[in-house]
Nanobody, 129 residues
C-alpha cells in the first residue's frame, strides 16, 4: 500500500508562484508515473501534468493550459514529486491532487484518472485577482 501526501498549497496573488510537493510512503518502488490533477468547484477533475521514472529515464507531459508556467520534477531519493507553479492565474484555483501508477508506460494515457492506483488527499490552491 502506498500513501501520498500533498503539501504546499495556499493563497497567492495572480502572477505569483507556489511549489506543491507529493511525498510517497509505504513501500519502495523503482518505476512509476506520478500525475497531478486539479478540481475546481463545480468542475470535473482535470489533468495538469505527469512525470515518469524507469531505470532508463523518464518523460513529462503537461496540459496545454499550464505549459510554460508549471514544471514537474522528482527527487527519487526522497520519494517526492514537485509541481512548481509560476505566473499563477485565478483560473488555476482548485484542489490539486497527486496520483501514482506503479508501472512502466508512455505518456499517451497519463491524462486519464483511471490510469492511477493511488491518490493523495489534495491541497487547496487559491489565486486571487
Amino acid at each position: 500500500q502506498v500513501h501520498l501526501t500533498e503539501s504546499g498549497g495556499g493563497l497567492v496573488q495572480a502572477g505569483g508562484s507556489l511549489r506543491l510537493s507529493c511525498a510517497a510512503s509505504g513501500r519502495t518502488f523503482s518505476t512509476y508515473v506520478m500525475g497531478w490533477f486539479r478540481q475546481a468547484p463545480g468542475k470535473t477533475r482535470e489533468f495538469v501534468t505527469a512525470i515518469s521514472w524507469t531505470w532508463t529515464g523518464g518523460w513529462t507531459r503537461y496540459a496545454d493550459s499550464v505549459k510554460g508556467r508549471f514544471t514537474v520534477s522528482r527527487d527519487n531519493a526522497k520519494n517526492t514529486v514537485y509541481l512548481q507553479m509560476n505566473n499563477l492565474k485565478p483560473e488555476d484555483t482548485a484542489v490539486y491532487y497527486c496520483a501514482l501508477n506503479l508501472g512502466v508506460s508512455g505518456p499517451s494515457d497519463s491524462d486519464s484518472r483511471a490510469r492511477y492506483e493511488y491518490w493523495g488527499q489534495g491541497t487547496q490552491v487559491t489565486v486571487s485577482s
